[in-house]
């Protein structure tokens, strides 16, 4: 299974267990309230034609993964060149050729073919990168990864089987060097 489609697996079923547990609620709110006298089937037909409507608005997996989440998706066959910004988390499956911006995090799935300059805050690349990568966290290189471009984090991971070709500057020194002075910043003092 493609790293893709366990993503969205995931969401789904998480999107399906708030959506049961806001129709539950519902239940028990509906079931608390007073009954009506009179013309009750006229007065309740609405309430219940509401109550149907804003469960199936809960249930809807992309509305209820977008909102709560706020991760955002391109699939297979989504093919981009320009400039691509973004909060949160992105994963793509698809193309892109440009520029890809964000405070967020990137994920290349498997299927993705990416050229581009990255500057965000963490990626994980399953597919393959051609460009240079600019994060402030961690870049993570799975398996079957090929990156071709540098690299400038704050760590580094490279599993067996991935492909890098390119530098790579991790990290930053405890201490920064003592420079010399400059010549022009010396002064001559008489005694």
């Given amino acids: 299974m493609s790293v893709f489609k366990k993503y969205i697996s995931n969401n789904e079923e998480e999107a399906g267990n708030n959506a049961s547990n806001n129709n539950s609620s519902q239940s028990t709110d509906k079931d608390s309230r007073p009954a009506v006298k009179g013309n009750a089937p006229s007065k309740s037909e609405p309430a219940k034609s509401a109550a149907s409507s804003s469960a199936a ?6 509305s209820k993964v977008a909102a709560t989440h706020g991760r955002n998706v391109l699939s297979s066959d989504v093919e981009i060149k320009g400039k691509v910004k973004f909060a949160n988390d992105l994963v793509v499956d698809g193309l ?41 966290d961690r870049v993570d290189l799975r398996a079957n990864a090929e990156l071709v471009g540098d690299i400038k984090a704050g760590t580094l991971s ?8 390119g530098k790579s500057i991790v990290g930053a020194p405890s201490s920064l060097p003592v420079s010399k002075a400059k010549s022009s910043d010396k002064k001559l003092v008489k005694v």
């Fill in 57 to 62: 608005s809960a249930s809807s997996p992309s």
């Fill in 96 to 136: 892109i050729e440009g520029e890809i911006i964000s405070d967020g995090s990137l994920t290349v799935g498997e299927n993705a073919r990416i050229k581009a300059e990255i500057n965000t805050r963490s990626v994980v690349i399953y597919g393959k990168v051609h460009g240079n990568i600019n994060v402030t």
């Fill in 158 to 165: 490279i599993e067996a089987g991935a492909i890098f070709v």
